[in-house]
């Protein structure tokens, strides 16, 4: 009886933290390896937009099609390789 009492008062405790974070926004982002101008693009953009609306707001996304994310990486690339 008293594991159970025990059980019940953890349950408690930690169960209000639980919906808490669950109303935290969350950030997606959605990259692709496709160029900007793929048919792909529109529908992942789509598919995103669906993300968001059935998560009511808490999950916010960001697609990012191959050029974007490669220029990206090859700048910071560039940017933290010193020069031989």
């Given at each position: 009886?008293?594991?159970?009492?025990?059980?019940?008062?953890?349950?408690?405790?930690?169960?209000?933290?639980?919906a808490l974070a669950q109303d935290k926004e969350v950030q997606l982002k959605?990259?692709?390896?496709?160029?900007?101008?793929?048919?792909?693009?529109?529908?992942?953009?789509?598919?995103?937009a669906d993300i968001e609306k059935g998560s009511g707001g808490t999950i916010?996304?960001?697609?990012?099609?191959?050029?974007?994310?490669?220029?990206?990486?090859?700048?910071?690339?560039?940017?933290?390789?010193?020069?031989?």
């Amino acid at each position: 009886m008293k594991k159970l009492a025990l059980a019940v008062l953890i349950g408690t405790a930690i169960l209000p933290s639980l919906a808490l974070a669950q109303d935290k926004e969350v950030q997606l982002k959605i990259s692709l390896w496709v160029p900007p101008a793929h048919p792909l693009v529109p529908s992942t953009k789509d598919w995103a937009a669906d993300i968001e609306k059935g998560s009511g707001g808490t999950i916010k996304t960001t697609v990012v099609p191959s050029s974007s994310a490669r220029r990206s990486t090859i700048t910071t690339w560039r940017a933290t390789a010193s020069p031989t």
